[in-house]
């Protein structure tokens, strides 16, 4: 099983086979990306504002980066944008 069936196997018995079915129904062909948000974010934007409070609370890039399964250079990203 490669690692694509293994995931829609995972999705599938997370969701049910019923709404398994539903979705593949209305999205067919559609390569969608399930984002891995982690402290309970709804929204990237929520994510990034959480980085730079820590980063403006002293926090370590270093460490912020491992927190959130970032790169270094992703975090300096977040902190020169303005959203």
Sequence with gaps: MNKNELALNTLKSIIGASLYA?????MPGIDIHIPAFRGGFVTIKE???AIRREIYNNG???E???KYRL??????KILESRD
């Design 64 to 66: 912020v980066a491992e």
């Design 71 to 76: 790169s270094q250079a992703q975090i300096y």
């Design 47 to 49: 994510r990034n504002q």
């Design 22 to 26: 539903e979705v593949c129904d209305k």
């Design 60 to 62: 370590e890039i270093p």
